[in-house]
Structures are given as C-alpha cells and as structure tokens.
C-alpha cells in the first residue's frame, strides 16, 4: 500500500482508530493539548500498516510511528523548542502509560547525533540514557568495544587532563567501570564518563522496555520522582 497523506478531520473514517487515543500513543499530546492541534501543525501519514505522526509546533518538533497491528512505536525524533518546560518528561509519561494499556511491550528510539535545521544539532545520543531507554544488541556491542577503547587508548586520559581533570581522579575512574557489565547509564552517570560520551560517543538505537520493574522504568521512575512529576502518572 503507498503512503497517504490523511486530514485529522477524516482520521477515524480512514483507519478506524480514534484519533484522540492514537495521539496518546504518540505522547504528543504530552506537549501540546489535543485541542491545540490541527492540520497545520500536526501531518499524519498512513504508510503500508504503520501511521506516521509528524509535529512541527512552537513548543516542539516530534516524529513518531506507530503500527497498532504489529505493537510496535518508534520515536524517530524528538526536538523541544522551548527549554525548562520538561516536554521530554512530559512526552514519554503519556506515551508510556498509554501504550502499556494497549499491551505494546516497548518503544523504539534512534538517539542521534547529527544537524538538524539552521546548523542545531540532535543530540539525543547523550541525553535519552536518562530516560530509561537502553541500547539494542549491535549498539551494546559497539558501546562496549568503546569502553575497551576508553580504558586503554591514551587520547582518552589527554583529553580528560586538558579538561583540568587530575590522574589520580583518572586513575580511579578508569578502574571504577568493567566494561562487559557497564551500561550506557551507568557510565553517564560517572562525571568523567558523560564527559567522554559527549565528546566521543554517537548516534545509537534502542528501546524503552515498558514492563514495569524493567531497567527503563526504573530508570525513568527514579526521573520522574527527582522532578517531582508522580501525579502525571497513571
């Protein structure tokens, strides 16, 4: 089937789906509220048996599949407009709570790191660790191969030195994570190891995995209760 382009107005006669609802899968709805959006800041595409969602607004820029017949979300991007307003945050509590009420098991990500429009950068690649999500199988691979890299190759200890870092904090640092063990979380979470990441990490994909207890909720239950946002949840 080729892509089509669909009206939010006839959204329901075209897949059957309510729109409203849908849009809770999208986490949009997170950022801005489902009165606010019309077909000049919200484009919808059906492609094959996936629905692609596009947002261009003030507050944020989101783009988002969802194929409710295979149970599968993946956030393409994810670009907030507007800083200290938490649409992350805000964003992935809806989607999560929605699509675990509709038994899809997790949501996709490609965190990149390239430009964007008028020369900004995505940098997804150092902040959705945060988040909960977790590296796929090939990135894991390729994130623990670097961390080998880290502990062994000299450019690493040169380049945390020039950033007034003494060897001894070095030394303890370098011990301090194994890198078969180590996820990307918990190197970011050492200061030494976000700022290697920053410098020298990429892009990568991953998943949220929305079974509660799982590494992703966890990680985003302990965000969410740092920025104080437990009655947004459900």
Same mark, same amino acid.
């Given at each position: 089937m080729p892509s089509k382009k669909i009206h939010i107005g006839s959204f329901t006669s075209e897949t059957g789906l309510n729109l409203k609802n849908f849009l809770l899968l999208t986490g949009i709805t997170g950022v801005v509220p489902f009165e606010e959006l019309n077909d000049s800041n919200l484009t919808i595409y059906i492609r094959n048996t996936a629905i692609q969602v596009i947002l261009v607004e003030d507050r944020a820029d989101i783009n988002v599949f969802v194929n409710?017949?295979?149970?599968?979300?993946?956030?393409?991007?994810? =670009?907030?407009? %507007?800083?200290?307003?938490?649409? *992350? %945050?805000k964003r992935l509590i809806v989607q999560t709570d929605s699509a675990r009420?509709?038994?899809?098991? @997790? %949501?996709?990500?490609?965190?990149?790191?390239?430009?964007?429009?008028?020369?900004?950068?995505? =940098?997804?690649?150092k902040i959705w660790w945060k988040y909960g999500f977790v590296m796929n199988d090939k990135y894991k691979t390729l994130f623990?191969?670097?961390?080998? &890299? =880290?502990?062994?190759?000299?450019?690493?200890?040169?380049?945390? +030195? *020039?950033?007034?870092?003494?060897?001894?904090?070095? &030394?303890?640092?370098? @011990?301090?994570? &194994?890198? @078969?063990?180590?996820?990307?979380?918990?190197?970011?979470? +050492?200061?030494?190891g976000y700022i290697c990441w920053e410098e020298f990490g990429d892009e990568w994909s991953g998943y949220f995995e929305l079974e509660r207890g799982s590494e992703s909720d966890s990680i985003f239950s302990k965000l969410i209760k740092a920025k104080g946002y437990n009655d947004l949840m459900s």
């Open positions: 409710s017949k295979t149970k599968k979300i993946r956030n393409e991007m994810f =670009v907030a407009n %507007i800083s200290g307003n938490d649409f *992350a %945050i009420k509709e038994n899809y098991k @997790q %949501i996709e990500l490609c965190a990149a790191n390239e430009e964007y429009i008028d020369e900004s950068l995505l =940098v997804g690649y623990t191969t670097f961390l080998y &890299d =880290v502990k062994i190759n000299e450019k690493y200890r040169n380049f945390l +030195l *020039a950033k007034d870092k003494t060897e001894g904090k070095i &030394d303890h640092f370098l @011990q301090s994570f &194994d890198p @078969q063990s180590t996820s990307l979380y918990s190197f970011c979470s +050492l200061e030494l």
